[in-house]
Structures are given as structure tokens and as C-alpha cells.
């Protein structure tokens, strides 16, 4: 079993649509959750960055972490085509490497 | 810029030969990692470095590859005897620990090809 677990898609939605990501994690030491956005051939671009349970809100992004579930999630709203990515979740104990899910394959609609 | 820099973009051998990559990070940041992504995966941890010294290496990093940061600034990556199964792009990360907060910001990274 992998440390964390992400549906890798490809999920398509129309262009306004609210788009929710979602991740799992087997490892009670992590302590930092990110999220990642990955477009084609270039390297990630960190989006959110949450370390306590509870929800982070950034313009049309709103971050989510429950550590008793272990599940984080990355909710989009008015989402845009611009938004078509690879998201990636990621999590760490503290100051140690990241752990990537699989990646989530995004497309939006116009 | 002064994002994190690598080079080359892109690397195209052939099976057996040795290649190195280079990673420049964000000024003063002292912590540099080392990823590599094969298709419709997320990253995998390789080996970090603090400062000069390298603090750990995964299990995925074999006698094949070496990684050094001789001067606590920019690190090189050699893959000595590539094989085919190399063929990955390979990603450099760099951060600076303030605190609780410690956040990594990724190169464009280098896309190695082994034919």
C-alpha cells in the first residue's frame, strides 16, 4: 500500500464547474500537506501549504485537512481552463522529503 | 529569475553512458532535494542535502548514482551506466526552514531519455 493515495483521473468538467481533489495517507507523521499544480513538462508550482487540520482558503482555492480521517482535500471554485493541470498532493514529517500522490489529471471545459 | 534553476532541460543518451545533471536553488536556501517522476507518477524522493552535507538517500538511489553539493550551493546529479529504466524526468527542489514552515520549490527539471 502506498503511503498516500490519490485517484490519478483524468477528471473533466465544464469551465465554473467547483472542482474537488482529493488525497489519503497511511503515515500518522506527517505533519505538512501541500498541493501542486503540474503543467506539461514543467516542474511543480506549490498552490496551498497547510499544516493543522482545518480548512485554508486562497482566492479560488480552498485547502482541507482532517487528520483523524487522514484525508486532505483541494476544492476549486469558478474553476477556468487555465486550471487544466496535473494537481499533485504532497506531505511531509517535519523537515523531511515530500510524498507525492499519483496525481490528479485535470481538464476544464470552456 | 530567481527561481530554481537546472541543466540541462533535456538529456538524450545511450544505454551505458554517464550523464550528470545540474541544479542551482533559491539563494540561501540551505536544504536541496532531489526528485525523479516517470510518466503519470508523482515525484519520488531520491537524496537531500543540508548545507554541503547529504543527510539521506531512498532506497531507489543505486550504486549507480551520486549526488553531491560541494560548496552548500548548487548539487550535480550523475547516473553512471544508464539504463533504459533511468529514462524519467528529474527534479530539484530547494528550501529554506523558518520555524514550523518549511517549503519546497521545484527547478523545471531535467528530462533524461536512455535509448
Known amino acids: 500500500q502506498k503511503e498516500v493515495e490519490q485517484d490519478p483521473g483524468p477528471l473533466s468538467v465544464p469551465e465554473g464547474a467547483i472542482v474537488s481533489l482529493n488525497c489519503t495517507y497511511s503515515n500518522s507523521a506527517f505533519q505538512y500537506f501541500m498541493w501542486y499544480r503540474q503543467y506539461s513538462r514543467k516542474g511543480p508550482e506549490l498552490l496551498m501549504y497547510?499544516?493543522?487540520?482545518g480548512n485554508k482558503e486562497d482566492g479560488r482555492f480552498t485547502a482541507q485537512v482532517d487528520k483523524s480521517s487522514k484525508y486532505i482535500s483541494l476544492f476549486i471554485r469558478d474553476s477556468q481552463p487555465s486550471d487544466s493541470a496535473t494537481y499533485l498532493c504532497?506531505?511531509?514529517?517535519?523537515?523531511?522529503?515530500?510524498?507525492f500522490g499519483q496525481g490528479t489529471r485535470l481538464t476544464i471545459n470552456p | 529569475d530567481t527561481g530554481v534553476s537546472q541543466d540541462p532541460r533535456h538529456k538524450i543518451t545511450k544505454r551505458g553512458q554517464n550523464v550528470t545533471f545540474r541544479c542551482d536553488p533559491i539563494s540561501e536556501h540551505n536544504r536541496l532535494y532531489w526528485y525523479r517522476q516517470t510518466l503519470g507518477q508523482g515525484p519520488e524522493f531520491l537524496t537531500y542535502f543540508q548545507n554541503e552535507a547529504q543527510l539521506e538517500k531512498s532506497r531507489l538511489l543505486s550504486d549507480r548514482f551520486s549526488a553531491e553539493r560541494p560548496k552548500g550551493s548548487f548539487s550535480t546529479l550523475e547516473i553512471q551506466r544508464t539504463e533504459q529504466g533511468d529514462s524519467a524526468m528529474y527534479l530539484c527542489a530547494s528550501s529554506v526552514g523558518t520555524g514550523q514552515v518549511e517549503t519546497q520549490y521545484f527547478g523545471p527539471g531535467t528530462r533524461l531519455l536512455v535509448l
Open positions: 497547510t499544516y493543522s487540520s
Open positions: 504532497a506531505m511531509s514529517a517535519r523537515f523531511r522529503w515530500l510524498v
